[in-house]
């Protein structure tokens, strides 16, 4: 498998079906395009603590918001994202990495999947 890191001109663009991202109070681009959600990812009824799969409503280039909380573990979070979206039927996944990761190297745990995965960072 190879991780694609997507320029930021090209994050929020076509091309892949599911979005994935961490909590909103670790992925700052979440926040901004809740928006197009109409805002279910800061439900309040939801449990924050558990994934969660909204469809994007096509107000977005994709077609489903996948966030899942982030503690501080790059690997125990891919392997929770890694799970999910086996689950899902391994859709075409852009990962938007959580705002504290800045080295590709850190999410290697992405690399055990046979699929292209495209990659937003903050580097």
């Known amino acids: 498998m190879s991780l694609v890191v997507l320029p930021r001109t090209a994050e929020l663009s076509e ?4 979005w994935a991202f ?3 109070k670790n992925s700052k681009i979440l926040k901004e395009i809740d928006w197009f959600t109409h805002f279910q990812l800061q439900n309040k009824k939801l449990n924050l603590n558990k994934p ?7 107000k977005l280039p994709t077609k489903a918001i996948l966030s ?3 503690n501080g573990n790059p690997e125990k979070w891919c392997l929770e994202l890694s799970s999910c979206w086996k689950k899902l039927g ?7 990495a959580p705002d504290s990761i800045h ?11 046979p699929e292209k995965i495209h990659l937003v960072i903050n580097i």
């Open 90 to 96: 391994r859709p075409k996944l852009r990962v938007f």
């Open 103 to 113: 080295n590709v190297k850190t999410l290697h745990e992405l690399n055990n999947n």
């Open 15 to 18: 091309g892949d079906d599911l």
């Open 68 to 70: 899942l909380p982030f």
């Open 52 to 58: 969660i799969l909204v469809c994007a409503n096509k």
């Open 22 to 24: 961490a909590d909103q």
